[in-house]
């Protein structure tokens, strides 16, 4: 069973860091988690889900949404089939769920309906 489980939501005051991480797990990522891009997408009640970063299975450069560029650093260990995305000088705007996305193999995409996988989503809240 495919499953891609997220950590490190939570509530945080403006100007503050957090880190997510995604790991994956069944199917083939067990053998081929190098093979996906791997992207983090949110969304507040209400609004559409939203791409924040993707990291492409060929291990070229990073995209990243303007909202989150240079504030906020996408990166992948294979080894342990895990994602991360590290946030700094967080914002009360950049409150939503985020939710981590797989899509196989061998196909980048920043467009959430191009992926194939999702996990179950984490919180993050930034205060004022």
């Known amino acids: 069973q495919v499953q891609l489980v997220e950590s490190g939501g939570g509530g945080v005051q403006a100007g503050g860091s957090l880190r997510l991480s995604c790991t994956a797990s069944g199917g083939s990522f067990g053998s081929f988690f190098s093979s996906y891009a791997m992207g983090w997408f949110r969304q507040d009640p209400g609004k559409e889900r939203e791409f924040v970063a993707t990291?492409?299975?060929?291990?070229?450069?990073?995209d990243y949404a303007d909202s989150v560029k240079g504030r906020f650093t996408i990166s992948r260990d294979n080894a342990k089939n895990t994602m991360y995305l590290q946030m700094n000088s967080l914002k009360p705007e950049d409150t939503a769920v985020y939710y981590c996305?797989?899509?196989?193999?061998?196909?980048?995409?920043?467009?959430?309906?191009?992926?194939?996988?999702w996990g179950q989503g984490t919180q993050v809240t930034v205060s004022s």
């Open positions: 990291s492409p299975w060929s291990g070229g450069r990073p």
């Open positions: 996305a797989a899509r196989g193999r061998y196909r980048d995409s920043t467009k959430s309906w191009e992926f194939d996988y």
